[in-house]
């Protein structure tokens, strides 16, 4: 029966080619797309954040229902010096400056992060070292770390990069560490970091820092949550 249902059907698609080939057509668009759709969902839904420990990795927000906001400089340093919940939080905030090499100026992406940003993520520099508690400190040298593609597009890929002046927005920044070639998606797209040095500022507000947090376990997920609550925040 299988056999004669199939010679039947070929016949079928024989006797109208234009219907034949339209339908072949759109099973491919069709499978096409799913295949496509998959792929998109694997990798942003399904995969494992690309970092140290995924699972104790959560954002934090200013939480104002049904809205949340990122935070203040006054409320990321007060969550910084109240919070008992996390084993480390960060903070970043994204920034374009002007490189110069001298010769040629052109604007690049980039981000101001907390010192603490790459060791909560668990991200290592290929070259030099990542931030350190004084290269937050308000006033201390200014110090930059740039992603692969800068180091090889803009600085030639010298070895003896680490250590020589990044001038970024007519101010030289040393340079203290290159990133590893591939990025995570956190990184994908910035060209440098540069280390936040905030202040507590006389009021709130503008309201532009991004805040991680790493839970010091999965399961203390829940009490963080209450704990930033209680505080206007959320995860």
Sequence with gaps: ??????????????????????????????IGATTAMFSVVNGVLLRPLPYADPGRLVRIYTDAPPN????????????????????????????????????????????????TYFPLLGIRPALGRPFTERDGRPGSPPVVIVSHGFWQQRLGGRADAVGRAVRLDGADHTLVGILPPLSSPLEHGQEFFVPAQWETPPRKGPFFIRALGRLRSESDRSAAAAELRANDSSI
């Design 68 to 115: 949340k906001f990122p935070f203040s400089v006054a409320d990321y340093l007060a969550l910084q010096e109240q919070q008992t919940r996390f084993e480390q939080i960060a903070g970043y905030a994204y920034r374009a400056m002007a490189f110069s090499d001298g010769n040629v100026a052109e604007r690049v992406k980039g981000r101001v992060v907390t010192w």
């Design 1 to 30: 029966d299988v056999i004669r249902d199939a010679r039947y059907a070929i016949r079928q698609l024989l006797m109208t080619p234009g219907f034949t080939a339209v339908a072949i057509v759109t099973l491919a668009l069709g």
